[in-house]
């Protein structure tokens, strides 16, 4: 079973700077994309940034210059750097992986994680 576990998420101060981490367990070998979505009550999910295993990156308009993915393959962790936040940022932040080579069993296509609350308000 692989499970991804996100942390960093709170309340900040419009202005302000969140990161956020999202770590993989299991019997992981590799994961090829990993991912950070964010949803709002009434909204669907919407992608904030992606990045594949060879360190591509791919952000939504909203988050360009102001948010950084990064990734550590080693640890299967997933990071969001998020800058200059602004109260439309608030939104539960989740973690997706695809594409996951276990050591043991079938190619996983997606997990999601739970999820984080960040909240940017004064």
């Known amino acids: 079973q692989v499970q991804l576990v996100e942390s960093g998420g709170g309340l900040v101060q419009p202005g302000g700077s969140l990161t956020l981490s999202c770590a993989a367990s299991?019997?992981?070998?590799?994961?090829?994309?990993m991912g950070w979505y964010r949803q709002t009550p009434g909204k669907e999910r919407e992608l904030v940034a992606s990045?594949?295993?060879?360190?591509?990156?791919n952000y939504a308009d909203s988050a360009k210059g102001r948010f950084t993915i990064s990734r550590d393959n080693r640890k299967n962790t997933v990071y969001l750097q998020m800058n200059s936040l602004r109260p439309e940022d608030s939104a539960v932040y989740y973690c997706n992986a695809e594409g996951i080579s276990r050591t043991f069993g079938a190619l996983m296509a997606e997990v999601w994680g739970q999820g984080t609350l960040v909240t940017v308000s004064s």
């Open positions: 990045i594949t295993r060879t360190k591509y990156t």
């Open positions: 299991g019997s992981i070998r590799s994961i090829n994309a």
